[in-house]
């Protein structure tokens, strides 16, 4: 895959045409971006200035920082995800599961921050917002609503902030975003034994990248020397995916291709958050978190022979997230964190789908930070993500799904799972 083959096929894995599903984690949302952030569930992030790394949830931050500074770190994240239901078919009903069947990944990021004079700062990172891959394997009963589905997305963030008054900062920043995606759907085995298809035929698969622009802008309150609030909003950013799909779903012979690309948005966000030092050692933080799923409603592809089709009726719903989170100096050196979140999904349970089983999580997070010297300090963070089980249904009664549910049956079902993050950065100051 290209470089940004992102979501087209994405999109299309969400989708693609008329048998395809979708994907999502909160959607397709990423929350992990620093280390110091996970240890309290992302709890606060608008309004603290850890690091550099502050910039990525809200610009304004950069005020707080002195100097120069860089953070560098990763995420590990495990999914363990399962589905397990049975397909119905004329010949009876088989059983459909798959165990483990998101795959690993790490997450990088790096940032770099400025303080320019007393009131302006200026800020670089590196990151992503949006991410997920999941793979059912050939051998999957229910494959003909999708088996496999990619979005990988990098980002780059120009940031700057400016201090109005002594308690008023404000900031903005341009965002470069890169991706590439991929969604593929295959003939079952039930299939074959009663129809011309081949067990693990291609029904769709298609793939596309691309890269576009937008921007992010904060502000934060200084209510008095123990309090503030923080504000950010982050754009939708319009990616038209290019690519080539292929499969019998879409009227095309095994081994032939078509171009076309995908309109798909990567939705608005915005966060409100809060920090209160309560006492000498102890500060308690909370935010409220939205993001704009609720725009997305469907997936159309615009092939170049094929003209328009539908690749799947999404119907979204906006997401939510809670947190609250504590942060405690033992001595000089040695800081502690915890948090909690909720996250709600951002799928109901009728459209709920196989490759994006989106649902309910919630998090409970530790992490520590250790200042080796004046200018270089150590953070990690651990996190124990709880995902509520929910049911399947796939065909969901829209006429897409109809169709892949005409070459295999329907599925019903359940998914199951917990996801494990592990972070570490390193932080300096010069």
């Known amino acids: 895959m290209k470089t940004n083959k992102t979501l087209l096929s994405f999109a299309v894995a969400c989708g693609l045409a008329t048998v395809s599903s979708t994907v999502s984690a909160a959607g397709f949302q990423l929350?992990?971006?620093?280390?110091?952030?996970?240890?309290?569930a992302y709890a606060g992030e608008a309004a603290m200035a850890d690091n550099a790394s502050a910039q990525w949830r809200n610009p304004a931050m950069l005020t707080y920082l002195e100097g120069t500074q860089v953070s560098v770190g990763a995420i590990y994240v495990n999914p363990n995800l399962d589905v397990d239901g049975s397909t119905r078919f004329v010949t009876g009903d088989v059983r459909s599961e798959s165990d483990d069947f998101a795959n690993d990944a790490v997450i990088p990021n790096l940032y770099v921050s400025h303080r320019y004079n007393e009131k302006l700062a200026v800020g670089l990172a590196f990151g992503t917002n949006y991410g997920m891959e999941t793979d059912l394997g050939t051998?999957?009963?229910?494959?003909?609503?999708?088996?496999?589905?990619?979005?990988?997305?990098?980002?780059?963030?120009?940031?700057?902030?400016?201090?109005?008054?002594?308690?008023?900062?404000?900031?903005?920043?341009?965002?470069?975003?890169?991706?590439?995606?991929?969604?593929?759907?295959?003939?079952?085995?039930?299939?074959?034994?009663?129809?011309?298809?081949?067990?693990?035929?291609?029904?769709?698969?298609?793939?596309?990248?691309?890269?576009?622009?937008?921007?992010?802008?904060?502000?934060?309150?200084?209510?008095?020397?123990?309090?503030?609030?923080?504000?950010?909003?982050?754009?939708?950013?319009?990616?038209?995916?290019?690519?080539?799909?292929?499969?019998?779903?879409?009227?095309?012979a095994n081994g032939t291709r078509e171009d076309g690309h995908m309109d798909l948005s990567l939705p608005a966000t915005a966060e409100l958050a809060s920090f209160h030092q309560v006492s000498e050692k102890l500060a308690l933080h909370a935010s409220f978190n939205w993001t704009d799923w609720s725009s997305f409603e469907k997936l159309e592809a615009e092939l170049d022979t094929l003209g328009t089709q539908m690749v799947k009726v999404e119907n979204w719903k906006d997401n939510y997230r809670f947190a609250v989170g504590a942060t405690y100096q033992v001595d000089p050196k040695l800081t502690l964190r915890t948090g909690v979140a909720y996250d709600t999904s951002a799928v109901s349970d009728k459209n709920r789908t196989i490759t994006i089983p989106e649902t309910d999580r919630t998090w409970l997070s530790l992490g520590a930070s250790y200042d080796f010297t004046k200018q270089f300090t150590l953070d990690g963070g651990f996190t124990y993500i709880i995902a509520k089980d929910a049911p399947i249904t796939e065909s969901r009664g829209y006429d897409s799904d109809d169709a892949a549910q005409a070459v295999g049956g329907q599925f019903v079902g359940e998914t199951s799972g917990h996801v494990w993050l592990i972070g570490v950065q390193a932080n300096y100051r010069f």
Do not use: C
């Open 139 to 252: 051998d999957f009963t229910a494959a003909h609503f999708g088996n496999e589905a990619s979005i990988t997305t990098v980002e780059a963030n120009l940031n700057i902030g400016y201090q109005l008054t002594e308690t008023v900062s404000v900031g903005g920043g341009i965002r470069y975003v890169m991706g590439e995606g991929s969604f593929g759907a295959t003939v079952p085995s039930q299939t074959a034994a009663v129809a011309p298809l081949n067990e693990g035929d291609t029904l769709k698969y298609m793939e596309g990248d691309d890269t576009a622009w937008g921007w992010q802008i904060g502000a934060a309150w200084q209510l008095n020397p123990n309090h503030r609030v923080g504000i950010s909003y982050k754009s939708a950013v319009d990616l038209k995916l290019e690519g080539y799909a292929t499969g019998l779903g879409f009227g095309l």
């Open 31 to 40: 929350a992990e971006y620093s280390a110091t952030g996970l240890g309290r």
